[in-house]
């Protein structure tokens, strides 16, 4: 079978390990929606810098946290139960913005910024999978 293309139409729930609700009614579920490649690599490219002065002596450094949360703001397309630290529901926004000549939806910082560090790097590897070869294709290939 050939290599699929990206169904960048495609959008699935999503419910963190780490929420005791996990399974259950009250669970926060996440509505993840997949990244075109291009702007994967766009955000992929922005967190990494290179340093040095010739080919043997090149350190990269890629900034994990930075492009996790990138990945969650274009990636997330809606947040259910969300409540805030005061057990409020937390209204889930987003706003157009464009990227690398890209229009795209993004989550409004002010959910961001409340997010759990360890829920964002959760989602965001989650979102990361759906742009890899699926089993059957990276089996095949030579390397």
Do not use: C
């Amino acid at each position: 079978m050939a290599i699929k293309t990206l169904n960048l139409d495609a959008e699935w729930d999503f419910q963190s390990k780490h929420d005791p609700e996990k399974g259950k009614d009250g669970a926060t579920v996440f509505r993840l929606g997949t990244l075109s490649n291009r702007l994967l690599s766009f955000l992929q490219d922005k967190a990494t810098t290179f340093k040095g002065t010739n080919e043997e002596n090149v350190e990269a450094s890629i900034m994990n946290a930075s492009l996790a949360i990138e990945i969650v703001k274009y990636g997330v397309r809606d947040i259910q139960n969300l409540p805030d630290a005061d057990g409020n529901s937390i209204p889930f926004e987003t706003q157009k913005q464009n990227v690398h000549g890209m229009e795209v939806k993004a989550v409004k910082s002010s959910i961001l910024d409340v997010l759990p560090k360890v829920i964002v790097m959760e989602v965001a590897d989650e979102l990361q999978k759906r742009n890899e070869l699926d089993e059957g294709e990276a089996k095949n290939s030579d390397g």
